[in-house]
């Protein structure tokens, strides 16, 4: 079946240091792959995407890296500030179903 | 602009009682979905809608009911609850076509059965 991972549940870093955030998914099948970031007593919101035919995506201060033959995709964050203490989730989708499935998050604390 | 708003924020119910949690949005889109997340874990999709009188099962339906009789409006229905649906309730919504994937959240719902 259809499912999506994390390697680890948390990650601690230190304020200026860049994080890095990976992500396991099994269907082949799925094209597109969202970062979501979610605060405490928040709901998900929405950081980067990126498409099958791309590997690599860069945003404000967040990349995302996708590579199709371990089925792996992370989250690079530069310059990590305590604002960006969350719980980070991957999820992804197919062309051919309309269902959003989610990993079951990272949670990144920052070290002032 | 409101976004998707969710109600109630807490509720407790007793074993076999039932509820309805309401989702609305106003951003016209015609994609709506209920998420589920237990404590320390990611969301599971209980249902989704692709538009007004269309809906469609997630990976955990049973238990619930939804209905879309408008493009605003995506309530979820417990009819008996049970210890196990304590969880925490995202509605979200999103764009038809290429965007769908986006999906905007509201703050959730948390909901004790006891």
């Known amino acids: 079946g259809e499912s999506v991972g994390l390697h680890l549940p948390t990650l601690s870093v230190q304020e200026g240091d860049n994080s890095i955030i990976n992500c396991a998914y099994s269907n082949s099948a799925s094209d597109y792959f969202i970062w979501y970031k979610q605060e405490s007593g928040k709901g998900p919101q929405f950081i980067i995407d990126?498409?099958?035919?791309?590997d690599k995506r860069q945003g404000q201060r967040v990349t995302v890296l996708l590579n199709k033959t371990v089925k792996h995709l992370s989250l690079q964050i530069a310059a990590t500030q305590p604002g960006d203490s969350a719980v980070y989730f991957c999820a992804e989708k197919g062309t051919s179903y309309d269902k959003v499935i989610f990993g079951p998050g990272t949670s990144l604390s920052v070290i002032p | 602009n409101a976004g998707v708003t969710q109600t109630p924020k807490f509720r407790i119910l007793k074993i076999g009682q039932s509820m309805t949690l309401q989702c609305t949005q106003d951003?016209?889109?015609?994609?709506m979905y209920w998420y589920r997340q237990d404590p320390g874990m990611g969301l599971k999709l209980i249902y989704y809608s692709v538009g007004a009188g269309i809906t469609d099962k997630g990976e955990v339906p049973n238990g619930y009911n939804v209905s879309r009789s408008t493009t605003e409006d995506f309530p979820l229905r417990l009819e008996l609850a049970a210890p196990s649906q304590t969880s925490v309730y995202f509605c979200?919504?999103?764009?038809?076509?290429?965007?769908?994937?986006?999906?905007?959240f509201g703050s959730g719902t948390q909901l004790s059965v006891l």
């Open positions: 990126i498409r099958s035919n791309m």
């Open positions: 951003m016209n889109h015609n994609y």
């Open positions: 979200a919504s999103s764009l038809s076509g290429t965007g769908r994937e986006k999906l905007f």
